[in-house]
């Protein structure tokens, strides 16, 4: 549906500072418009945000990312030459309770440093230093108004935001269909049709590092699983910036299993990352004493199937964008959010 073109005075609410948020916000913003932020974490983010705690930094979203698009890759090369991401990883490796092979598709990756959120704080950060940008955090927005002067938001706490333009919504599909369903019906529609998977990501902190496996580079760095359980080994203590801490491992489960033990307590599925952990290195190998260890539910991780659509947007100042379109890689987030700010400006894609 066409839409007139955002003008430099007029107003913008985006939900969600993920990357596809902030993407948007920069493209508006730059272009003039006054754009407000809102997400109900405690900072930008989404599933590029990390876990800090006493001993380790550990990333439970996005580990790495790849670059196909020049307009991405153009991004990247910025983010580069601040130095909120780096190149990572470089050794990788196949691995199952049958062994460990070297795994090279010949892809670049990216990683934030020192932190996978190093690169949504920044772009948080050089959003919110323009004088018509905002972001307010630890806020959820559980419902639109409409008015005569533009839309309005309100908190879970019933405190009111706006009135605004426009109303772009980044948050998963079954979250933004709750805000649209009562304005909108094709952006409701659009919503309950992206069906969306559920990952559990565990972490574990040891006090010295994993055991050698024979044939594997004692450095390794990533290892995509073949178990019923556990689907990705990440060792945070490799990426850039943060050799100081111990051996701290993200575990992503796999998308089956995950769904299949989602209500389950945190604590058990942790104890169940890490008996699947274990199943990979020799029987004789004995795992370093364990830190802490802990587990984080993605109850929508990943689209269900690819989408045709990169954004939506209706003509009555509503809109969608974000990592569930497409294929939900950050790159896909990241365009999302950029292709839909110069829509809503009025410039081609």
Same mark, same amino acid.
């Given at each position: ?201 565990? !972490? ?52 089956? !299993? ?39 539910? !993605? ?34 987030? !990241? ?15």
């Amino acid at each position: 549906m066409a839409i007139l073109p955002l003008s430099a005075h007029q107003s913008v609410a985006i939900i969600g500072a993920g990357i596809a948020g902030l993407a948007c916000g920069q493209v508006l913003a730059n272009s003039g418009a006054s754009v407000t932020l809102f997400d109900k974490a405690r900072g930008p983010g989404g599933r590029l945000s990390s876990k800090r705690r006493p001993s380790a930094t550990l990333d439970l979203g996005a580990q790495a990312f790849s670059v196909h698009n020049t307009d991405f890759q153009r991004a990247v090369d910025t983010w580069l030459s601040i130095g909120c991401i780096a190149s990572w990883p470089t050794a990788t490796y196949q691995a199952s309770p049958n062994g460990w092979q070297a795994h090279n598709d010949g892809q670049k990756r990216y990683t934030g440093a020192p932190r996978m959120s190093a690169l949504t704080r920044h772009l948080a950060d050089s959003l919110t230093a323009l004088p018509q940008a905002a972001l307010h955090t630890g806020t959820s927005i559980t419902s639109l108004k409409r008015t005569q002067k533009g839309w309005l938001l309100v908190t879970a706490g019933g405190i009111t935001h706006g009135p605004y333009d426009q109303v772009v919504v980044s948050a998963p599909p079954p979250q933004a269909h709750a805000l649209l369903a009562a304005w909108d019906d094709d952006l409701a529609t659009a919503c309950q049709t992206r069906k969306q998977r559920a990952c559990w990501a565990g !972490w574990a902190i040891f006090d010295g590092p994993l055991p050698a496996i024979p044939g594997v580079d004692p450095d390794w760095q990533m290892a995509r699983v073949a178990h019923p359980t556990l689907h990705i080994v990440s060792r945070n203590q490799t990426k850039p910036g943060r050799a100081a801490q111990p051996e701290s491992l993200s575990l992503l489960a796999q998308l089956d !299993w995950s769904e299949a033990h989602l209500e389950q307590p945190a604590s058990e599925v942790a104890n169940q990352l890490l008996t699947a952990l274990k199943s990979l290195f020799p029987v004789s190998a004995t795992l370093p004493d364990l830190i802490e260890t802990g587990a984080h539910r !993605w109850r929508y991780a990943q689209p269900a199937a690819a989408c045709e659509h990169t954004y939506l947007y209706s003509g009555n100042g509503l809109a969608l964008c974000g990592d569930h379109f497409r294929d939900g890689r950050v790159e896909d987030a !990241w365009l999302s959010g950029h292709r839909l700010g110069k829509a809503l400006i009025g410039r081609s894609v």
